[in-house]
């Protein structure tokens, strides 16, 4: 159950991060309703993000407000919207807040950051989400998040090609019946 609950993830953290929100039929679905949710997804991450020994109010709080913002944005973004002022703020808020600096990992290619001043993990955890979101909304077109609107997806990814439509094959092909549906019984009703 769980598996199936997060089977998306593994794409940039900060689109993981926007996607804990997901599209069931024409409903937005909230996936992060506890801390428990949160520690979860945590888990799931737990390779390339840090993840603080306990998760309880004190980080679920601040985390919802980044991942509330960044989805906003993220969708702004993918529509090719002006950014939002207010979530905008907020993102800046916190990079300002959990100041970070890039530094060189060992494969070219990777970014890594460390906190300014030595802090906890959950500081750590909000200050690289916020660095990577702030990363990929301010890069080249190609690299920004996209919004796949295939029937039972409506998740965010990135694009891989210019003008590519769907964030996986198996959408495009859903996509494609349901277009081929919609023209089929058009014709058979007109
Ligand atoms: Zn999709």
Redesign the pocket.
Known sequence: MAVDRWSWLGDHPAIDLANTVRRRGMQYVDLLATPDDLAEWLDHEADRLPRPETVGNDLFGPFLELRDATLELMRAAAAGRRLPARSRHKLNEFALRYPVVLTLAATAGTRTYRMLEADDDAAQLLAELTAVTIDLLSSPDLERPAL?D?PG?G?LYRRGRPNQE???PH?GARARSERHYLRTQGRAQG
């Open positions: 796949c295939a997806c998740q769907w964030c996986n959408c």
